[in-house]
């Protein structure tokens, strides 16, 4: 399905004011907004996960590991490069980033464990297996903490679904360096 990247001529008025707030945010507007722009209603909700999962109440580098972890396992092209490259500022190895993105876990027992829970999350539905569980919780995650880690994964998921549903979006200049597949 061919999905337009808008701009400022094209995009239904009452997605202009979230917009115009993402691009405060990030200081551009990214394609993938730009595509889900088309329905404000999309993008009220999409603006709204991410808001929610950009909070100071989730370690930044467990939530990008998760988009990581959720991009590979829903073949997110658009999500791996923008998690990769923001992993990359967070100063992530470089090596764990590629092990990533080529569907294998991080060093450390926690970035292990967020990505074999996010990866899990996804690829079976919700039902994660006892002991993915178990290995997050003994590896200190809190309840809170794997519910925070839905809520990535179902922002992550959505991304996916219109990355997959336009046949992949094309990357923003600042992702393409972070190009997956």
């Given at each position: 399905?061919?999905?337009?990247?808008?701009?400022?001529?094209?995009?239904?008025?009452?997605?202009?004011?979230?917009?115009?707030?993402?691009?405060?945010?990030?200081?551009?507007?990214?394609?993938?907004?730009?595509?889900?722009?088309?329905?404000?209603?999309?993008?009220?909700?999409?603006?709204?996960?991410?808001?929610?999962?950009?909070?100071?109440?989730?370690?930044?580098?467990?939530?990008?590991?998760?988009?990581?972890?959720?991009?590979?396992?829903?073949?997110?092209?658009?999500?791996?490069?923008?998690?990769?490259?923001?992993?990359?500022?967070?100063?992530?190895?470089?090596?764990?980033?590629?092990?990533?993105r080529d569907g294998a876990e991080p060093r450390g027992q926690v970035h292990g464990a967020v990505y074999a829970f996010a990866r899990a999350l996804v690829l079976e539905r919700g039902a994660v297996p006892q002991e993915v569980v178990e290995r997050a919780r003994n590896a200190g995650l809190q309840p809170a903490d794997l519910l925070q880690l839905v809520t990535e994964?179902?922002?992550?998921?959505?991304?996916?679904?219109?990355?997959?549903?336009?046949?992949?979006?094309?990357?923003?200049?600042?992702?393409?360096?972070?190009?997956?597949?």
């Amino acid at each position: 399905m061919h999905l337009s990247i808008l701009t400022s001529d094209s995009v239904p008025e009452a997605s202009r004011p979230v917009l115009d707030g993402i691009a405060a945010d990030l200081g551009f507007v990214p394609n993938l907004a730009a595509v889900i722009a088309a329905s404000p209603t999309l993008l009220a909700g999409f603006d709204g996960l991410r808001r929610a999962v950009g909070g100071d109440s989730f370690d930044p580098v467990h939530r990008e590991i998760a988009g990581v972890a959720v991009g590979v396992a829903v073949d997110n092209a658009y999500g791996v490069a923008f998690h990769s490259t923001v992993l990359s500022a967070l100063g992530m190895d470089q090596q764990d980033i590629k092990a990533m993105r080529d569907g294998a876990e991080p060093r450390g027992q926690v970035h292990g464990a967020v990505y074999a829970f996010a990866r899990a999350l996804v690829l079976e539905r919700g039902a994660v297996p006892q002991e993915v569980v178990e290995r997050a919780r003994n590896a200190g995650l809190q309840p809170a903490d794997l519910l925070q880690l839905v809520t990535e994964c179902a922002f992550a998921t959505l991304v996916g679904l219109v990355d997959n549903l336009a046949g992949r979006i094309e990357l923003d200049e600042p992702l393409r360096p972070q190009a997956w597949k």
